[in-house]
């Protein structure tokens, strides 16, 4: 096997698209696969090499898609099968690949082989499932379900208990069975066959699950199967593949990313996104950010993967809050600190993701509870409501980590509903998209659009942001983020004010006065002080 020095994903942005809320080409309220065939320019001049979509299989949508009912067919709310080919044509045309969301941990109960599973214990189906015998009301043992309440689920015409770690209309997958994983791979290879650029892989590290031993999260079996996965389906192609694994350690994405390509391009940690909320408790147990871990976590990630693996980069996704309101200041500062994070961010050496709606710098909701529509979230609300919480504590946390933050319609323009649909949106949209939103932003050369479209180029014309070292510095310091990115020819300073004030700090003088690659103040500043939320990339190239 070769060594991938060279691969293209090393050198790509990545942006993420959520489609039921990106954009509507048909008036029905959800966004769809010719809708985003008709954005592509869109992204194209923000100059990203790829696009994740979360699933857009056919599904009963019980949570938004992650729910898949069969794997080799769209869902009709998205569109069809031509709609996707005409989407990865119409993408490759400007350079854009397509990566699609594996969802291989469980399907939805009304997927075929689930029906057909649930008919009898010997029906071939039936251990495509993770099953166990007992009695109605015992459940065989504590697991619980991500989404709330136990993660058995009783079928009375069996006698016996079906496994889901999410919702109960998402029964877990048994890997241990090599018919089911056959099955899989053939599944990923037609997709492959169709041209997609690769695949992101859903909750991947609780596919080698030890369900007795109530070990979900990396079983002894995790990497033999994705590397069985790897070889029957991945290598066949010059993919990229990304799993979401919330358990990864820097040892653990050692072996995923491993360079030789065994397992999968790179993995999502989430270390950096667990720092905000209580030790040991959920994440809606809110806690201020310790900013300090905040970056030693960030460093600790780059400097051991450095040519023994390969780093994801994001701060948000279709599961977290948007990055401005939760590590920036969406108020006076919105601008600044939206931009001094994509500085961050892209400063650093990895694959970099954006979230739609990101590079608008899109903001936090605050809805009433009726008009929130994610499944976790209304459990949650329910659940803790019971539990004896008051209406205000549960509100908080779901405005400050809710799902359906980042789940709000894109913000297109100023026209009713942000010019998302023409219909009635399948969720209301944030009421600030009359000031935040795209049309504005491609006007504006000073818009957050336009520095992440800089940033996103930056990737291309300087090969330290790829391949240098990192070097944490101000490690302690309370308010910048610091690091220095160095190779042979050439040395980066990376500096982030992550306060509503001014910042100084203590660097040698031969940082003074070097070429700023970008920065989000327009004249430059004294050196040693950071205004509020000031950020800047500084450059030394050593042979001039
Ligand atoms: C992942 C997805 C999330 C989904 C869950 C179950 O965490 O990102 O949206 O609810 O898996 O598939
Ligand atoms: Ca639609």
Redesign the pocket.
Same mark, same amino acid.
């Given at each position: 096997m070769r060594a991938d020095t060279d691969k293209w994903w090393k050198t790509s942005v990545i942006y993420q698209i959520y489609p039921r809320s990106f954009y509507d080409s048909n008036g029905d309220g959800i966004g769809d696969l010719q809708g985003i065939t008709e954005k592509l320019d869109y992204l194209q001049e923000l100059g990203v090499d790829a696009v994740w979509l979360s699933p857009v299989y056919r599904s009963p949508q019980d &949570?938004n898609g992650?729910d898949i009912s069969d794997y080799q067919d769209i869902d009709p709310i998205f569109g069809s099968l031509e709609d996707m080919d005409r989407l990865i044509g119409e993408a490759k045309k400007r350079g854009i690949r397509i990566i699609m969301d594996l $969802?291989l941990n *469980?399907t939805s109960d009304e997927h075929p082989w689930f029906r057909e599973a649930k008919k009898s214990k010997d029906n071939p189906y039936h251990d495509f499932y993770v099953w166990r015998d007992g009695e109605e009301g015992v459940y065989p043992n504590e697991l619980k379900s991500a989404f709330c309440g136990p993660a058995w689920e009783w079928v009375p015409e069996l006698g016996q208990y079906y496994l889901h770690q999410?919702s109960v209309k998402?029964p877990d997958l048994n890997w241990e069975n090599p018919k089911l994983r056959k099955a899989i791979y053939e599944m990923i290879n037609w997709w492959i066959d169709r041209g997609v650029g690769g695949f992101r892989l &859903? $909750?991947i590290d609780l596919i080698g699950k030890e369900t007795d031993k109530m070990i979900m999260a990396e079983g002894k079996m995790l990497h033999p199967y994705l590397q069985e996965m790897s070889k029957e389906t991945f290598q066949k192609a010059d993919l990229v593949t990304v799993g979401?694994a919330w358990s990864a350690t820097p040892e653990r994405a050692m072996k995923y990313s491993n360079p030789d390509g065994s397992e999968l391009s790179m993995v999502f940690q989430f270390e950096h996104i667990l720092l905000d909320q209580q030790p040991g408790k959920e994440k809606w147990d809110l806690m201020d950010l310790p900013f300090v871990e905040f970056k030693k976590v960030f460093s600790k990630w780059q400097t051991s993967l450095y040519n023994k693996g390969w780093n994801s980069l994001f701060l948000s996704n *279709? &599961?977290l809050p948007r990055s401005v309101s939760r590590f920036g200041d969406d108020g006076k500062y919105r601008k600044e600190s939206a931009k001094m994070l994509a500085t961050m961010i892209h400063g650093m050496q990895g694959t970099p993701y954006i979230y739609q709606g990101e590079e608008l710098g899109m903001t936090n909701v605050q809805f009433d509870i009726e008009d929130y529509r994610d499944i976790e979230l209304l459990n949650v609300y329910k659940e803790r409501i019971e539990a004896g919480y008051t209406e205000e504590e549960v509100m908080r946390s779901i405005y400050a980590k809710g799902r359906d933050n980042a789940r709000t319609p894109m913000q297109w323009n100023e026209s009713a509903n942000a010019g998302f649909t023409s219909g009635t949106p399948w969720i209301r949209c944030n009421p600030n998209y009359t000031m935040i939103n795209a049309e504005e932003e491609l006007v504006d050369q000073d818009s957050i659009f336009h520095y992440y479209r800089k940033l996103v180029k930056l990737r291309k014309t300087e090969p330290i942001l790829t391949e240098g070292r990192y070097i944490p510095i101000l490690e302690e310091d309370e308010n910048i983020f610091a690091y220095i990115r160095e190779s042979e020819e050439e040395k980066l300073l990376v500096l982030c004010n992550f306060r509503g004030k001014e910042a100084v700090y203590d660097l040698p003088r031969l940082w003074e006065g070097q070429e700023v690659l970008i920065s989000n103040y327009h004249e430059e500043g004294a050196f040693g002080v950071l205004r509020p939320y000031e950020a800047k990339m500084v450059i030394i190239r050593k042979g001039e």
């Open positions: &949570d992650y $969802v *469980h999410f998402q &859903d $909750v979401e *279709h &599961d």
